[in-house]
T-cell receptor, first 114, second 112 residues
Framework: KAGVTQTPRYLIKTRGQQVTLSCSPISGHRSVSWYQQTPGQGLQFLFE???????NKGNFPGRFSGRQFSNSRSEMNVSTLELGDSALYLC?????????????FGSGTQLSVL | GQQVMQIPQYQHVQEGEDFTTYCNSSTTLSNIQWYKQRPGGHPVFLIQ???SGEVKKQKRLTFQFGEAKKNSSLHITATQTTDVGTYFCAGYNAGNNRKLIWGLGTSLAVNP
């Protein structure tokens, strides 16, 4: 079974631009979560989607948005990029939303904002 | 809001020494999960603890969940260079299990 696939792997943007990141979950997984990771800040939760609906949202500004498609693939969009948005963006999928469901992470998209 | 504190933030050991990282929650957890992230990699699930006082072992790794389900620990016996990475704990609030709350992680470095 293929793992969680994130594209692109690396991205360089300039301030003010927008960016869209993609995540394909493990086949059969209906939940996709997004995290921002910066050195020393751990994993900051952005949002979780389940069956095309946003189930949970973290404390990020409205510039960060996401969506999930009927095939469970998910995209994350960041508009009006700021230097502080430079980070590793990780996507994680799980089969359902029960608390005993473990997360499977993708390799991430490393975003650099110049 | 609910927090999961994880200590220490960094730990540097000689190969063969033991290592422990601790997680403490401000509220009762329904369960706790542990993940390991190797340098340059992504978090990988290690284990889940659900029951009060639960202890689980994976070879040299021992995981404990506190009696009050507010704290947890990961102990590695006789560390090896393959243990290098960042260890994260994450748990669901027993009263609101919709969001996984993460510790900031403990980064382990092992000198050969």
């Amino acid at each position: 079974k293929a793992g969680v696939t994130q594209t692109p792997r690396y991205l360089i943007k300039t301030r003010g631009q927008q960016v869209t990141l993609s995540c394909s979950p493990i086949s059969g997984h209906r939940s996709v979560s997004w995290y921002q990771q910066t050195p020393g800040q751990g994993l900051q939760f952005l949002f979780e989607y389940f069956s095309e609906t946003q189930r949970n949202k973290g404390n990020f500004p409205g510039r960060f948005s996401g969506r999930q498609f009927s095939n469970s693939r998910s995209e994350m969009n960041v508009s009006t990029l700021e230097l502080g948005d430079s980070a590793l963006y990780l996507c994680a999928s799980r089969g359902g939303v029960a608390t005993n469901e473990k997360l499977f992470f993708g390799s991430g998209t490393q975003l650099s904002v110049l | 809001g609910q927090q999961v504190m994880q200590i220490p933030q960094y730990q540097h050991v000689q190969e063969g020494e033991d290592f422990t990282t601790y997680c403490n929650s401000s509220t009762t957890l329904s369960n706790i999960q542990w993940y390991k992230q190797r340098p340059g990699g992504h978090p990988v699930f290690l284990i889940q603890l659900v029951k009060s006082g639960e202890v689980k072992k994976q070879k040299r790794l021992t995981f404990q969940f506190g009696e009050a389900k507010k704290n947890s620990s990961l102990h590695i016996t006789a560390t090896q260079t393959t243990d290098v990475g960042t260890y994260f704990c994450a748990g669901y609030n027993a009263g609101n299990n919709r969001k996984l709350i993460w510790g900031l992680g403990t980064s382990l470095a092992v000198n050969p």
